[in-house]
């Protein structure tokens, strides 16, 4: 079962376009909500992450979008340049830090 | 950040064989460590949570007499793949628990392949 629902699958963007990733989930015990980075052959590498007691966090052109009522969040990515261009994931961890994933965005940026 | 460090980078063996891998904290004393398992173009899976000193947790399906995972130190975790088979080959990740709350910190991965 999963856990996270994360859409689009891939994801076309021109330069300087904004790029939206979307996730949900229903876990109400889910209180820590990253997004990770990931390029070909290499591990994920925290992007930025919000907990439930904000609606919105906001770190360059990096934004995450949260809405605890509907039990969404989003990541925004402004002026996207081809240098993003790769697969993008979405988390949710509990106290326990079990994390489970969403699955993947693959994003390419269109120079 | 932690900085995670993964050995090997990559890996062939031949099916029947052992591989290790080790996973060392560089720069944090890691309580937890978290194994997962990529298959390309797929999401992280994950294997097991290792607590430093204590006999790891095992997701379910995940055959914990085939992964065997110690975690000998605050820093260093290592995953043994025994008797190796094709279906084995996969992208291996290991993360730490970070300072914060549902934190983890992933290392490069290391990408198995059984022939």
């Known amino acids: 079962q999963q856990q996270v629902k994360q859409s689009p699958q ?11 990733i979307n996730c949900a989930y229903e876990n109400t015990a889910f209180d820590y909500f990253p997004w990770y980075q990931q390029f070909p052959g290499k591990g994920p590498a925290l992007l930025i992450a919000i907990r439930p007691d904000v609606s919105e966090k906001k770190e360059g052109r990096f934004t995450i979008s ?11 990515i402004m002026d996207s340049q081809p240098g993003d261009s790769a697969t993008y994931f979405c988390a949710a961890s509990n106290q326990n830090n079990d994390m489970r994933f969403g699955a993947g965005t693959r994003l390419t940026v269109k120079p | 950040g932690a900085v995670v460090s993964q050995h090997p980078s990559w890996v062939i063996c031949k099916s029947g064989t052992s591989v290790k891998i080790e996973c060392r904290s560089l720069d944090f004393q890691a309580t937890t460590m978290f194994w997962y398992r990529q298959f390309p173009k797929q999401s992280l899976m994950l294997m ?3 607590n430093e000193g204590s006999k790891a ?3 379910q399906g995940v055959e914990k007499d085939k992964f065997l995972i110690n975690h000998a ?5 290592t995953l043994t793949v ?4 094709p279906e084995d080959s996969s992208f291996y990740i290991c993360s730490v628990d970070g300072r914060r709350r549902g934190e ?3 290392g490069p991965g290391t990408r198995l392949t059984v022939t």
């Open chain 1, 10 to 20: 891939s994801l076309i963007v021109q330069k300087g376009g904004i790029s939206i």
């Open chain 1, 66 to 76: 949260f809405n605890k009522s509907a039990k969404q969040f989003s990541l925004h």
């Open chain 2, 48 to 50: 097991a949570t290792s």
């Open chain 2, 57 to 59: 947790t095992y997701e």
């Open chain 2, 73 to 77: 130190s605050l820093t260093l975790s």
């Open chain 2, 82 to 85: 025994t008797s190796a088979h």
């Open chain 2, 104 to 106: 983890q910190y992933f």
